[in-house]
């Protein structure tokens, strides 16, 4: 399990791209797939340590308050003639759905997982992942899935299937290594032996072989993140685990317990694609399918709709903009600009997600004192909206949507007003923080002609860089924008610089 909040565009200091920071991650080697591969069903002792432990993993990140989950199964349950059973089962632990993914989709999660922990945008890469039912190999071209194939070479399953001693007798050892080579023959035929910038091994084999080679003890498994082994490495470990039984595997460093149980079979595919593909080294990388979910929830934008607009919501400010004449094409850019900033801003603002659907309604909603008249319109626009019915909003929400709005420019709120007094403690805050958002997305379309298409917020050590995504001159957008810098600073105790992407 792996719970990660999702950082927004550039806000980490890097370049403007999603990024994400784990909060919290459980791990629970529980074998669900002993028996599967050789009787075709979970056992039932497998079947209760797992959902065990998936409600406890459920009551951590429910803690967190998490707004998407995905739980996937993979090869075992796949195999598995029980699988629904597990299913409703691990459902029910959960609290959540659970899905059985094909050996296409845990590649394209591993693959998204690599590339979001290790980004190589511009090499040609062959990724191994070599789970307990099923192995992964996977060509990347530029940052690009180019092929994926998902072969039955799990080291449980081969473990099952193939080594009835302990050691292997050279019968086993044969007879292993011949179906490797022939169920792997395929992708080598497709992906052929050209060479690759780099090739990365994730998942528990990998771990253990990258440990052993550099003699890493499991407490500092984390360490072997990005160490290198040989192809001569690899093939001299397989070598030497096959000679020993399990005991003496068990003392080897960095091999677990139960992972000793099956790291020959592991070991075995490990040298034996790293020797096909004629690869010098393979890098062990800590990411996984685990990665990969959240780097595909992240891009789905999974969550993001707790701050916009429902639609009824959406309908409702609509219909009193084009009632008191605003452009909608005006009201729509300016409230597309204004989530983009409560998005991106969020590590600076802190506010729940809710308080972004009220700053879109202002963004629609800000123009329409401009019906009774120009002068003062800001006003105007409060009085229509605090006494407008607002279907979908609570009236504590139209009111702060009216005192967004009155405050969209102009001087700011002042401790004697009676409109912004009239709001709770947490609103007035969070009119103080939202009130800078709105004068900026207003001010990116001043010459009402959407020349700003997006705004990509960059959180640096010192100040906020605005980066603008537009097309033709942005003079008088870049202008106005920067005028808010003096209350952006009171607002976020940090200046803002409007730049031209």
Known sequence: MEAAEVLPAGSDGSPAALATRILTSERQVT????????????????????????????????????????AVAT?????????????????????????????????????????ARWPHPEQRLLLLDIGGGSAEIILSEKGRLAESFSKPLGALRLTEVFLENDPPSPRDLRRLESYIEEKAASALGRIGRRPFDRAIGTSSTAAAVACAVHRLPRSR?????????????????????????????????????????????????????????????LYYSAAGVRDGIIADLAARGVGRELSRLSRDQRRTVEEMTRRYGVSMDHARKVAELAADLFESLAPLHGLPPA???????????????????????????????????????????????????????????????????????????????????????????????????????????????????????????????????????????????????
Not at 47 to 66: N, P, W
Request: glycine letters at 6%; hydrophobic letters at 40%.
């Open 31 to 70: 074998r669900l797939g002993e028996g599967v591969f050789q009787a075709g069903r979970i056992t039932h002792e497998a079947m209760e340590f797992t959902c065990g432990m998936l409600s406890r993993m459920a009551q951590i990140y429910r803690k967190l308050d998490v707004v998407g989950v995905r």
């Open 221 to 281: 498994r984390d360490q072997a993140d990005r160490l290198s082994v040989k192809t001569s490495q690899a093939r001299k470990f397989y070598e030497q685990v096959q000679a020993k039984d399990l005991a003496a595997r068990r003392k080897i460093p960095g091999i677990g317990p139960r992972r000793a149980q099956i790291i020959i079979a592991g070991a075995a595919v490990l040298a034996r694609i790293m020797q096909d593909f004629q690869l010098s080294s």
């Open 355 to 501: 308080f972004g659907r009220l700053l879109e309604a202002a963004a629609y909603l800000h123009d329409v004192g401009h019906y009774v008249s120009d002068t003062g319109h800001h006003k105007h626009s409060y009085y229509l909206v605090a006494n407008s019915d607002l279907a979908g909003f609570t009236n504590r929400e139209r009111l702060f949507i009216a005192n967004l709005c009155r405050y969209h420019r102009k001087a700011a709120p002042r401790p004697g007003q009676e409109s912004f007094q009239s709001l709770e403690a947490a609103d007035r805050r969070a009119v103080i923080l939202l009130m800078p958002l709105l004068r900026l997305a207003d001010n990116l379309d001043r010459s009402h002609e959407q020349r700003v298409e997006r705004v990509h917020c960059r959180i640096r050590e010192g100040d906020v860089a605005l980066h603008l995504a537009a097309r033709g001159d942005t003079d008088l957008e870049q202008w106005a924008a920067q005028q808010v810098e003096e209350v952006f600073r009171d607002a976020y105790q940090r200046p803002v610089k409007v730049l031209r992407a």
């Open 75 to 115: 090869s075992a349950v796949r195999d598995a003639q029980n699988q629904q059973e597990f299913l409703d089962r691990a459902a029910a632990a959960l609290g959540a759905p659970v899905e059985v993914i094909s050996g296409k989709e845990e590649a394209r999660l591993i693959h998204l997982g690599v590339q």
